[in-house]
């Protein structure tokens, strides 16, 4: 194994700055090994690989003690990085972590840069991109599902899937690249129609894989549910009721919330964008008037609209148009405020409450005030915007960017038309260039590099030679 | 005694390699000199007696379009000629021969007896002159000196060659019954190049007078009278079948019986064969379900009873390959004339050389054939023709040929010797050219006919044979974009094809365009002034680049991308391992194989699109900084 050239060695905290009773400290780089052994001078001996050594760690110049730290080596390529590294796991809190980091720096590391160590990871082979991608997406995860389709993901579930469709694109190609290469061999070749039909089946596969990019993307960033309805209508109770905490102010003065405010919620595991906004109603008002403003725009992009009407009275007109204009997004009517009404009127309002009007998904009754039908909201919620993770678990691939699905959409969208060219009697060997640009869509998804492996396979699955 | 010892170019080797590189040096100008052991054995046919197939037709063609031998040997020593993937599209037909394995070598002889300025000197090459890091020429066995400004090595499966037939250990040897060569192959390992192993196999060669025929299927060829050669029109000999018989069970059980006196299976080689040209042992040991196995009997030529045993490679003792022999249909009193046997041999891995096929680390040294890891005549010829030039054009200091991998198939094979390498002896198929709608067996001359004579390579009459070429598929193509015709004509054919009939005169194109009718259908109802039957190549030609046009468009259009990455030029002596932003593996491969254009860069295995990306920012950074730096000092 030829050693790691010159690469510099870069040192960050890698825990939260401030907080906790330990901070870890990560080293990674050619020199890492090196830099732990100066600064652990006190310590004779080489430190152990991969096993944690409680070491004295000193300052490079003057030998002053800075703390008893526990310090684990992991030599490449079997690290993170794939590089030398070292974890240094200090006292926490603001001065020690810093003391050691500059200790660091004084014999040669440097600060790394945001992503840095999981960017070198890549580097080195040790993950794929979506698997850094995922790295991200479980730091900055806000709901158990966030985080379970992370894990998965960096646990190659996502590369793996993916992987596989790509092999079975290749295993089309060799069956083709048997056809056209080989045509004099043993095993006569396989016949175009059962090829058509594998590129069937795989389409189809591709099409399930892209179904889940709606849900998947959605769980990184929180489903944009903007609360709706007029002034005073219960919004905000109900955005604190979400939230559990009083975060929007909350009085019976029509208008008071006049900017949006966002929070994200887990709610039954999954990530919400709570938003709440100024009422729908136009308004002279200039500052309410940016208010409304700002709920046109949330609207533009919300993954669900909650819509509060109070309880005891038909929707208005404006609100029926409000509901027209939503265009099929997902939308809950929320009758808020049962608790002011009497048993009496709920029973006069019976009918008209419990029917979801045109446009509506669903229609609620709730009262923030009193908590009642709240836990029925929170149910809805994640069945109504990811039904398909409810139901399947977040441990399935799930394209959960952008990126992802549009590789993926390519991909499928050249199978189809070599399906379909097969079909129209075009010659294979012009209908197979869609099986090349459809491979590469998913290696660039992935990051990886192609080899040879079409011939690989058709020398591993035909006895191929004269 | 060689009467002048001063070369411009020296060739060393006269097999298929050896003998297009001495006849493209000598017709680039160079005053050339090539030394074999065995005059007689020059352009032999050491395997199979034929040319082409699948991809390697092509490369015959392409050599041919170039001013070299192979394609008019070919067609005067043909005895059966078939075209290959005839139920596919033209643009991945091949054509393939089989050849008398007298007539080949012999035709080869006399068109390098024709050429001026050509020595042949028998004898074996035991070391290099040097000057310096430098080639200055060669020393013959018997002690010889003779220099040459360049100096191609085609040595084939002689360097340090040793054979194995069944269990017994190895015996030196280049080829049967010939020496193999020690002290060249030792002399350049210890110049510091990197040296590997490779090993092939032959099948024995039985008496077809012992076959019995009526068991067995005959193939006959095809009755077009293709030639593999555009400007020459050799005369072709009678034609001749060949056979087809399976193995069966039986011979299942005599191989695995017998497993372990296979030289291949005892342990006796360690050289890497070829995946695709598996030994029988190879095919029962990996294929062990597969019941059968297809075996070609191909005659060795016109004159000789003997049949080559085509997909019976094998290195078993004598009397098991007779045993396994008479297991087969047809072939139950069959007698070997020629035992089967393996043979391993050194290559020099390709990476270590250029474009041009220089050896990097020894200016003015060309490698082509085996020696780089290859197999087949037909890669040894693109090789040996393009090594041959390009010495014969350094020699002369003229610029150096390189083709494209948009450009020939020989371009193709150069160009992934050279960047991936090799693992198993290399050969050709249309799956490694990412452009083989271009890559035809119908357009060689188009291709490289013009560049051919620019550099030199062609005769004034084949220019002129050229020229009449190129015009008459001009004119062949002009008649279908241009030409109209009438429903009465037409339709009769497009029922016939299964197409809707037409109700109004349309032009040829418009129904070119329907993949149910082909060119020569509408050749023959629209009563073209050109006779289909002799340019059905030509028309070929039509079928790709007209119907199909958009896919060669889309073709030619990655093949414009591929060529701007091919101006972001890169050299030896970028410090590719101090770029931190490209992957550790994408470093070690780039400092290996130095690739001189980021598009080169692109296709080396272990460099992704995300190395390459960061690759441009690191060497424009290092240029900027050297530009600074050099300027300070």
Same mark, same amino acid.
């Given at each position: 194994m030829p050693k790691e050239p010159v690469t510099d060695t870069i040192v960050a905290l890698a825990t939260a700055p401030g907080l906790g009773a330990i901070a870890i400290i990560r080293l990674s780089g050619g020199q890492s090994l090196e830099i732990i052994q100066t600064l652990t001078q006190g310590h004779h001996g080489k430190i152990p690989a991969r096993s944690p050594t409680i070491l004295p760690i000193e300052e490079p110049k003057t030998g002053k003690l800075l703390d008893h730290a526990m310090v684990t080596t992991f030599p490449a390529p079997k690290s993170y990085t794939g590089e030398d590294l070292v974890e240094i796991s200090s006292h926490g809190g603001w001065l020690v972590p810093a003391l050691v980091i500059e200790a660091c720096q004084a014999v040669g590391a440097r600060i790394a840069e945001p992503g840095e160590f999981t960017r070198r990871a890549v580097?080195?082979?040790?993950?794929?991109?979506?698997?850094?991608?995922?790295?991200?997406?479980?730091?900055?995860?806000?709901?158990?599902?966030?985080? %379970?389709?992370?894990?998965?993901?960096?646990?190659?579930? &996502?590369?793996?899937?993916?992987?596989?469709?790509?092999?079975?694109?290749?295993?089309?190609?060799?069956?083709?690249?048997?056809?056209? %290469?080989?045509?004099?061999?043993?095993? !006569?070749?396989?016949?175009?129609?059962?090829?058509?039909?594998?590129?069937?089946?795989? &389409?189809?596969?591709?099409?399930? #894989?892209?179904?889940?990019?709606?849900?998947?993307?959605?769980?990184?960033?929180?489903? &944009?549910?903007?609360?709706?309805? #007029?002034?005073?209508?219960?919004?905000?109770?109900?955005?604190? !009721? #979400?939230?559990?905490?009083?975060?929007?102010?909350?009085?019976?003065?029509?208008?008071?919330?006049?900017?949006?405010?966002?929070?994200?919620?887990?709610?039954?595991?999954?990530?919400?964008?709570?938003? %709440?906004?100024?009422?729908?109603?136009?308004?002279?008002?200039?500052?309410?008037?940016?208010?409304?403003?700002?709920?046109?725009?949330?609207?533009?992009?919300?993954?669900?609209? #909650?819509?509060?009407?109070?309880?005891?009275?038909?929707?208005?007109?404006?609100?029926?148009?409000? &509901?027209?204009?939503?265009?099929?997004?997902?939308?809950?009517?929320?009758?808020?405020?049962?608790?002011?009404?009497?048993?009496?009127?709920?029973?006069?309002?019976?009918?008209?409450?419990?029917i979801a009007p045109r446009g509506a998904d669903e229609v609620l009754q709730i009262s923030a005030l009193e908590g009642t039908g709240i836990a029925r909201l929170q149910e809805t919620l994640p069945n109504l915007i990811y039904s398909r993770l409810v139901r399947t678990g977040g441990f399935v691939p799930a394209l959960t960017r952008a990126r992802h699905s549009d590789s993926v959409r390519v991909a499928k969208n050249h199978l189809a038309e070599f399906i379909q060219e097969l079909e129209r009697v075009v010659p294979v060997e012009l209908a197979s260039t869609h099986l090349r640009s459809a491979t590469i869509a998913l290696e660039e998804l992935l990051g990886v590099v192609a080899t040879d492996e079409i011939l690989d396979q058709v020398f591993r699955d035909f006895c191929i030679g004269k | 005694m060689v009467a002048d010892s001063n070369y411009d170019v020296i060739v060393v080797g006269g097999g298929h390699a050896g003998s297009e590189a001495a006849a493209a040096a000598v017709r680039v100008g160079a005053k050339t000199l090539m030394i074999t052991p065995d005059l007689l054995r020059i352009g032999q046919m050491s395997c199979n007696p034929a040319i082409g197939g699948i991809a390697k037709g092509v490369v015959a063609r392409e050599v041919d379009a170039l001013g070299g031998i192979m394609g008019r040997a070919t067609d005067a020593s043909r005895i059966q000629f078939r075209m290959l993937n005839r139920s596919k599209g033209p643009a991945v037909w091949s054509p393939r021969a089989q050849c008398d394995r007298e007539l080949y070598p012999r035709s080869v002889q006399s068109v390098l007896k024709e050429l001026m300025g050509l020595t042949v000197h028998q004898g074996m090459v035991s070391g290099l002159l040097m000057a310096g890091d430098i080639i200055v020429g060669v020393r013959t066995q018997q002690g010889i000196e003779l220099f040459g400004k360049t100096v191609v090595v085609t040595a084939g499966t002689f360097l340090r060659g040793k054979i194995h037939i069944g269990g017994e250990a190895g015996v030196g040897a280049g080829r049967v019954g010939e020496p193999p060569s020690i002290s060249l192959a030792k002399e350049l390992e210890n110049r510091g190049l990197e040296v590997s192993r490779f090993k092939t196999g032959t099948p024995p060669r039985i008496d077809g007078r012992t076959v019995d025929y009526s068991q067995i299927e005959r193939q006959d060829g095809d009755p077009e009278d293709f030639r593999f050669s555009s400007y020459t029109k050799e005369c072709v000999p009678e034609q001749r079948p060949c056979w087809i018989t399976w193995t069966g069970k039986d011979l299942l059980r005599v191989v695995k019986g017998n497993i372990n006196r296979s030289a291949v299976f005892g342990g006796e080689i360690s050289g890497l064969g070829p995946r695709y040209c598996p030994s029988i042992e190879d095919k029962v040991v990996r294929f062990p379900d597969n019941p059968r196995h297809q075996v070609f009997l191909e005659p060795e030529g016109l004159e000789t009873t003997e049949l080559y045993v085509n997909g019976l490679s094998t290195s078993l003792p004598p009397e098991v390959q007779i045993e396994l022999l008479q297991t087969i249909p047809g072939l139950e009193r069959a007698e070997i004339t020629k035992t089967g046997y393996a043979i391993e041999y050194d290559y020099f891995p390709p990476h270590q050389l250029s474009h041009t096929l220089e050896v990097r680390a020894i200016p003015n040294l060309y490698f082509a054939g085996q020696i780089n890891g290859t197999t087949g005549y037909e890669e040894a010829a693109g090789q040996g023709l393009m090594a041959g030039a390009n010495a014969g054009l350094k020699a002369l200091g003229r610029k150096p040929l390189i083709l494209e991998r948009d450009q020939a198939y020989i371009g193709v094979l150069i160009d992934d010797l050279i960047t991936k390498g090799v693992d198993e002896p290399y050969r050709l198929f249309t799956s490694r050219a990412e452009f083989r709608l271009t890559l035809r067996q119908d357009n060689t001359v188009r291709r490289l006919g013009p560049m051919a004579c620019d550099v030199g390579l062609l005769t004034q009459s084949q220019e002129v044979e050229m020229n009449n070429l190129i015009d008459r598929e001009k004119q062949i193509q002009r008649w279908f974009v241009g030409a109209t015709i009438k429903p009465s004509v037409a339709n009769p054919t497009l029922i016939k094809c299964g197409t809707s009939p037409i109700k109004e005169t349309v032009r040829i194109l418009d129904l070119l365009k329907r993949p149910e009718v082909s060119a020569e259908a509408l050749a023959i109802a629209g009563h073209a002034p050109f006779d289909p039957n002799v340019n059905w190549n030509a028309i070929a030609a039509v079928e790709v680049e007209l119907k199909y046009e958009g896919y060669v468009r889309r073709e030619s259009e990655r093949a414009a991308k591929l060529r701007e990455q091919a101006t972001f030029e890169l050299d030896g002596s970028i410090p590719y391992k101090t770029f931190k932003n490209v992957s550790y593996e994408a470093r070690e491969k780039l400092s290996k194989i130095s690739p001189t254009s980021l598009a080169q860069a692109s296709r080396i295995p272990g460099v992704s699109p995300a190395d390459l990306q960061n690759l441009i920012l690191e060497v424009r950074r290092w240029r900027r900084e050297s530009i600074v730096t050099s300027s300070i000092e």
């Open positions: 580097l080195h082979g040790k993950m794929d991109l979506v698997q850094a991608e995922a790295v991200i997406d479980l730091i900055e995860g806000r709901s158990r599902a966030t985080h %379970d389709s992370a894990l998965f993901q960096l646990e190659k579930g &996502l590369s793996r899937r993916i992987s596989d469709l790509r092999a079975q694109i290749i295993t089309i190609e060799a069956f083709l690249v048997h056809h056209i %290469d080989f045509p004099e061999e043993d095993e !006569a070749p396989i016949p175009v129609g059962i090829i058509a039909e594998k590129g069937k089946t795989l &389409l189809n596969d591709l099409d399930e #894989l892209l179904r889940t990019a709606p849900e998947g993307e959605l769980l990184r960033e929180g489903a &944009l549910t903007v609360l709706a309805g #007029l002034p005073n209508s219960g919004k905000s109770s109900l955005f604190n !009721a #979400l939230l559990g905490q009083d975060r929007a102010i909350v009085t019976k003065i029509p208008g008071t919330t006049r900017d949006a405010i966002e929070a994200t919620v887990s709610v039954g595991g999954f990530p919400f964008r709570l938003v %709440d906004t100024a009422g729908i109603h136009d308004t002279e008002d200039t500052v309410e008037q940016l208010g409304i403003d700002v709920t046109q725009r949330y609207l533009n992009h919300a993954d669900l609209v #909650l819509l509060c009407v109070e309880s005891g009275r038909d929707l208005l007109e404006d609100e029926l148009h409000f &509901l027209d204009k939503l265009e099929g997004r997902p939308v809950i009517v929320l009758r808020t405020k049962t608790d002011l009404h009497t048993k009496k009127d709920k029973d006069k309002n019976f009918i008209h409450t419990e | -």
